[in-house]
């Protein structure tokens, strides 16, 4: 199957720039929010969890700490990802590799984000004070929000099976970050990939899990839009 851009994806269906600037908006929105409230340390200074993220202090420093915390989540990264991508396709629309790769990352990521937050994350997670406002917005409205959108409103004809493994290039410069940054600050994003307690070989097969559950999901929108092209090219 040629890696290109199908023909099909010249005609949009009407009200498709509203689509898109709907769902980028909600995506930045979403984002913004959360980083501006972490500035502003509205989500309160309770006592971290042993090796994960929340013990930032205060002043300049637990301003930066809160931010690169936040800026340092998957969840963060996938609805920028899908912000970013949305903003490619409004304003240039060209169906390059760079917005075709995006495109994928951001839907498989927001997925896969949505996925993970209530199959193993909602469950632990007590919501208080402005989380109930944005953990919903990040991990609920703006995935839902993002497939509808894509079902949608497409584009169609831009997620190839040559693309799939794309889909995994910036999750793993994500994880390559969170790593990284854990290994100097000693805390993580999440429990289950808490070095501390668990060791580099757990956190290791966790990851390996959830890369091949976003590979999954990257294969299961090829095939969608594969059977979406051949319902319109009967048309």
Known sequence: MADRVHPASASRPRGTGLAWGLN??????????TLVLSAANAYGGGAAEPGLYGDTGDGLHG?????????????IWSNIVVALSLTLLRLRRRGDLLERVLRLDGLMMIVVTA?????????AVDLEG???????????????LTVVVWLGWGPRGQVTLRLVPAALAVP???????????AVIGSYPYG??????????AVFAAIGAVLVVGLVVAVV????????????SRR
């Open 172 to 182: 793993l410069v994500w994880v390559g970050w969170m790593l990284a940054r854990g």
């Open 63 to 75: 301003l930066l700490a809160r931010l690169t915390d936040s800026l340092s989540y998957f969840t």
């Open 24 to 33: 980028e908006a909600v995506a930045w929105g979403g984002v913004v929010v």
């Open 221 to 232: 929108l090829w095939f969608a839009e594969w059977l979406a092209l051949r319902v319109l």
């Open 115 to 123: 996925v993970v937050y209530r199959v193993v994350l909602a469950p």
């Open 192 to 201: 289950f990939v808490n070095v501390s307690e668990h060791g580099y070989a």
């Open 130 to 144: 402005w989380s109930y406002l944005t953990d919903p917005w990040l991990h609920v409205v703006t995935p839902a």
